[in-house]
């Protein structure tokens, strides 16, 4: 999401999928770069921002849910869809390790447990329908995951599973985005 740096960049669409070949033969590549278009950070922004920015019923914006919007990686994600591509923001965070300063104007903060399943349909239900899922929220910690198995899976995993349900269930959800840092 730092916009300045990623506009130089250029970005790879690769057009052909792997295809190891016969056995006994050498692999083949999976790419060939001339194959591919090259194009700017800045340029593919603007494409998503043109042709997203009316896709709802009733000509409404693109609406994303970001969870873990308070933390670091979602707070810039949710800056980014809000501010930069001008989709319908809602934030989402428990505050339990992110903070309401690093929730970035323009977007709809709401503070939900991810592991209560029956929240998580709320959310859906209030500040839905959803068009994209970007799924942020996890509880990080190198060196004591092993000493606390059941808090991490309750955090990380039974989490995951309510939101991954309701973005099904919703029927509205195009994509879903999972990253962590670390978790």
Same mark, same amino acid.
């Given at each position: 999401?730092?916009?300045? *740096?990623?506009?130089?960049?250029?970005? #790879?669409? %690769?057009?052909?999928? /792997?295809?190891? =070949?016969? +056995?006994?033969?050498?692999?083949?590549?999976?790419?060939?770069?001339?194959?591919?278009?090259?194009?700017?950070?800045?340029?593919?922004?603007?494409?998503?921002?043109?042709?997203?920015?009316?896709?709802?019923?009733?000509?409404?914006?693109?609406?994303?849910?970001?969870?873990?919007? *308070?933390?670091?990686?979602?707070?810039? #994600?949710? %800056?980014?869809?809000? /501010?930069?591509? =001008?989709? +319908?923001?809602?934030?989402?965070?428990?505050?339990?390790?992110?903070?309401?300063?690093?929730?970035?104007?323009?977007?709809?903060?709401?503070?939900?447990?991810?592991?209560?399943?029956?929240?998580?349909?709320?959310?859906?239900?209030?500040?839905?329908?959803?068009?994209?899922?970007?799924?942020?929220?996890?509880?990080?910690?190198?060196?004591?995951?092993?000493?606390?198995?059941?808090?991490?899976?309750?955090?990380?995993?039974?989490?995951?599973?309510?939101?991954?349900?309701?973005?099904?269930?919703?029927?509205?959800?195009?994509?879903?985005?999972?990253?962590?840092?670390?978790?």
């Amino acid at each position: 999401p730092g916009a300045t *740096a990623a506009a130089a960049a250029p970005a #790879v669409v %690769a057009r052909r999928l /792997n295809d190891w =070949g016969s +056995e006994g033969s050498k692999p083949v590549p999976s790419w060939d770069k001339d194959d591919c278009e090259s194009r700017s950070f800045s340029d593919i922004t603007s494409q998503i921002r043109d042709s997203h920015a009316q896709l709802g019923e009733g000509g409404r914006k693109a609406r994303v849910l970001v969870t873990g919007a *308070a933390g670091f990686i979602g707070s810039h #994600v949710a %800056a980014y869809c809000a /501010n930069e591509l =001008g989709f +319908e923001t809602v934030a989402v965070d428990d505050l339990s390790g992110g903070f309401m300063r690093n929730v970035p104007e323009g977007a709809t903060f709401v503070k939900v447990d991810l592991k209560d399943a029956d929240a998580v349909a709320k959310l859906f239900v209030e500040h839905g329908p959803f068009d994209y899922v970007y799924h942020l929220a996890a509880y990080a910690a190198e060196g004591l995951s092993h000493f606390i198995r059941r808090f991490n899976y309750r955090n990380n995993l039974e989490a995951s599973v309510s939101v991954i349900n309701q973005a099904v269930l919703s029927k509205s959800v195009k994509c879903i985005v999972f990253t962590s840092s670390i978790a």
